[in-house]
């Protein structure tokens, strides 16, 4: 069954520090990777997807993730975190027509200053 | 940018009451959804719709829940007698073809049943 494993519920960081947020999935075939952000009172916001090629992607506001098939983990980093960056944020695998979608739990980040 | 929106932000509702969620996808997709999430639970697929009919729905949409695309722009979620569990936010969702993956979602209806 498919299913995605957010393994912080929480993390706390201080502004300007690196962030990496895990995710596993476990998914039958070759997944589509998503992560979202959600900021309060606002909806899902696409950072990045992968879907094939280079296992590194690039997404908006300064954040890369790192699919590694061996390790069914698609983690999310950032090498400077900004105030801005606190939010949900939600890791999701999709099937090869774009229909099902499999989120994880979230994980909800506080940026200190 | 276009963006997928929904009304109301919030609703209170009494249990047994019927409850319609409206969402405005963006104009030229053709594929729409609803997804809920419960407080602290991760979100889960609730229903998938194109050309007019359901595609897919999981086993949390029952006979209570139905949808409708009532004109060329609203996407609706009903519930008819909501419950207490089905507190939640409401999330639409829709994307452009067959062969797009991304779905880009609305900012979701918080819903409350008392």
């Known amino acids: 069954a498919q299913s995605v494993t957010q393994p912080d519920i929480h993390i706390t960081v201080s502004e300007g520090a690196s962030l990496e947020l895990r995710c596993n999935y476990s998914?039958?075939?070759?997944?589509?990777l998503f992560w979202y952000v959600q900021s309060p009172g606002q909806g899902l916001q696409l950072l990045l997807k992968?879907?094939?090629?280079?296992?590194l992607v690039q997404g908006i506001k300064g954040f890369e993730a790192e699919f590694k098939r061996s390790q069914s983990s698609f983690n999310l980093r950032k090498p400077s975190v900004h105030w801005s960056d606190a939010a949900e944020y939600f890791c999701a695998v999709g099937d090869r027509g774009g229909n099902q979608f499999y989120f994880g739990t979230g994980t909800s980040l506080t940026v200190i200053p | 940018e276009p963006e997928v929106t929904q009304t109301p932000s919030h609703q209170v509702t009494q249990m047994g009451q019927e409850v319609i969620l409206r969402c405005v996808p963006i104009s030229n997709h053709l594929y729409f959804y609803w997804y809920r999430q419960i407080l602290g639970q991760k979100v889960e697929f609730l229903v998938s719709f194109y050309n007019n009919e359901i595609s897919e729905k999981s086993e949390i949409f029952d006979d209570q829940f139905s949808v409708e695309r009532p004109d060329g722009s609203n996407f609706t979620l009903k519930i008819r007698s909501t419950k207490l569990e089905d507190s939640a936010m409401y999330f639409c969702?829709?994307?452009?073809?067959?062969?797009?993956?991304?779905?880009?979602f609305g900012p979701g209806t918080r819903l409350l049943v008392l």
């Open positions: 969702a829709s994307k452009y073809g067959a062969t797009q993956e991304t779905q880009y």
């Open positions: 992968y879907f094939s090629g280079d296992t």
């Open positions: 998914y039958g075939a070759t997944p589509y």
